[in-house]
């Protein structure tokens, strides 16, 4: 538990000065993308958004073009994001946040509360725990075969079929649809290939230090959407849900037939039900609140 609690707190560190892709104009919407992954992974959600909003998605410390050296703890990722609202002068925001960026933004959430308005939560809880197979050397070949052919020739059917079926990302994804593969194309790979060993060593950490918020999500007033896919290896539907009930304001959806990246499974439904949720929640996006 100490361990656990020093990586919160974390020791004094400067904040780095992220890389943000911006579109649109209005309310602004926070897009914080998983691991591996970038602020480009997260188009799915911004290139809808920004038609009403403003959207920003940041390369985290580590990830996409916000590079560095240095090792870091999971809590400089909350300095950086501080550091980003401040300098784009933005005094209460909607966070979005998939996978690892969920948990930020539930931790965004509990360090600036007046700064959050709400939470969209995909694919992520705040006692985050997985059932992933083992995995082979087949495994990773096949993974490797499929995602070099898949760059190649977006969702031809032939790799799907033979080699991206039987590779991860079939742990990933449960609809192996060209759509899907598109997005495994265009922004997966590059996102992979981009992530630092400093952002793989901050996450391993925290996860062995048995991250665990549950208890202090009752802090957390704003209205809360929890999204997940029911065949989610990475991070569970059970602990999806688990968030969303020890959230004081939260609705709860699972997707049958998805799994991690469900929103680049059934991107329109997705978005439909985030359109609907705030719909009946405009408070998220009024900047008087």
């Known amino acids: 538990m100490e361990e656990f609690t020093e990586l919160l707190i974390g020791k004094i560190s400067q904040p780095v000065q992220l890389n943000v892709y911006c579109q649109g104009q209005g309310f602004p919407i926070l897009c914080l993308h998983g691991h591996p992954g970038s602020g480009l992974c997260m188009s799915v959600f911004t290139d809808y958004?920004?038609?009403r909003f403003q959207t920003l998605s940041p390369d985290l410390r580590g990830y996409g073009r916000s590079r560095t050296v240095e090792g870091f703890q999971m809590s400089d990722h909350l300095i950086d994001l501080e550091d980003l609202l401040n300098r784009f002068q933005i005094n209460r925001c909607?966070?979005?946040g998939w996978s690892l960026g969920g948990i930020l933004a539930m931790e965004l959430a509990l360090r600036l509360p007046e700064r959050v308005s709400g939470l969209i939560l995909i694919a992520t809880a705040a006692r985050p725990?997985?059932?992933h197979p083992a995995i082979a050397?087949?495994?990773n070949l096949y993974?490797?075969?499929a995602s070099i052919l898949n760059r190649v020739s977006p969702g031809w059917r032939w790799n799907i079929e033979t080699f991206g079926k039987r590779s991860l990302y079939r742990y990933l994804i449960q609809n192996h649809s060209a759509t899907a593969y598109q997005y495994l194309a265009?922004?997966?790979l590059v996102a992979y290939l981009q992530t630092s060993k400093a952002a793989t060593d901050a996450l391993n950490q925290a996860l062995k230090a048995r991250y665990n918020r549950l208890a202090d999500l009752e802090q957390i007033l704003c209205p809360c959407l929890v999204l997940a896919g029911e065949a989610d290896r990475h991070i569970t539907a059970q602990s999806s849900q688990e968030t969303a009930q020890h959230l004081q304001?939260?609705?709860w959806r699972c997707y049958p037939h998805t799994a991690h990246l469900f929103p680049w499974e059934i991107p329109n439904q997705v978005l439909r039900d985030i359109d609907d949720w705030i719909q009946r929640h405009p408070q998220v996006v009024d900047l008087k609140g």
């Open 49 to 51: 958004l920004s038609q």
């Open 94 to 96: 909607l966070v979005l």
């Open 129 to 131: 725990r997985g059932n």
């Open 137 to 139: 050397w087949q495994d």
């Open 143 to 145: 993974t490797g075969i």
């Open 186 to 188: 265009q922004e997966a």
């Open 249 to 251: 304001e939260s609705e």
